[in-house]
């Protein structure tokens, strides 16, 4: 199975920052990458399709970049309601998750 | 707007089969364009992808670590699908969620928004 990996686990960060959140897989996936939001107690959230495809409705600020075993979210100008965790999926063979990396506020 | 919410039991108890049942509303599970998917999260772990259908049920996709236990099964006349778990032990409590996913592309959207399920003795 292809294992995805997520730096950092956690970060702290202040309004207005840029953040940026890596995810790696185990073997080369092409472009076939999904990210998502999720905040406590609600339904998770998509992101970005296709490695940068920024979903409908989405704010500007995300953006996501990468193809074969490296890719990156990057949260421009963090707002408040950015906090939450951030997860990738793979789905070049079956269907894995990273293990997410959670955003809080300095 | 299609809308997705899971349904199910309180808890159950280990060596019990669990069965859950997603409703969709806003939209028709018939489709050539999506699948029909579990997901899971156990405390303090990632999300976990159970399985997906179509809305006829002759392509079922599941994880293979899972596979020798779980039933998805899809029900056009009421719009929903369903996940059947059995031989459960703790290691199955979890938030269990029900999505939607594109057939080329395997993109979760829309969400539930989640069931907890707790197997305990």
């Known amino acids: 199975d292809i294992q995805m990996t997520q730096s950092p686990s956690s970060l702290s960060a202040s309004v207005g920052d840029r953040v940026t959140i890596t995810c790696q897989a185990s073997q080369g996936i092409a472009h076939y990458l999904n990210w998502y939001q999720h905040k406590p107690g609600k339904a998770p959230k998509l992101l970005i399709y296709d490695a940068s495809n920024l979903d409908a409705g989405v704010p500007s600020r995300f953006s996501g970049s990468g193809s074969g075993t490296d890719f990156v979210l990057t949260i421009s100008n963090l707002q408040p309601e950015d906090m939450a965790t951030y997860y990738c999926q793979q789905y070049d063979t079956r269907l894995t998750f990273g293990p997410g990396t959670t955003v809080t506020f300095k | ?121």
Do not use: M
């Open chain 2, 1 to 121: 707007q299609l809308h997705l919410k899971e349904s199910g039991p309180g808890p159950v108890k280990p060596t019990e089969t669990l069965s859950l049942t997603c409703i969709v509303s806003g939209g028709s599970i018939i489709s050539s364009t999506y699948y029909w998917a579990w997901i899971r999260q156990s405390p303090g772990k990632g999300l976990e992808w159970i399985g997906s259908i179509d809305y006829s049920g002759s392509i079922n996709w599941y994880n293979p670590s899972l596979q020798s236990r779980i039933t998805i099964s899809a029900d056009t006349s009421k719009n929903q699908f369903s996940l059947s778990l059995s031989s459960l032990t703790a290691a199955d409590t979890a938030i269990y969620y029900c999505a939607r996913h594109k057939i080329d592309g395997a993109r979760f959207d829309p969400w539930g928004q989640g069931l907890p399920v707790t197997v305990s003795s």
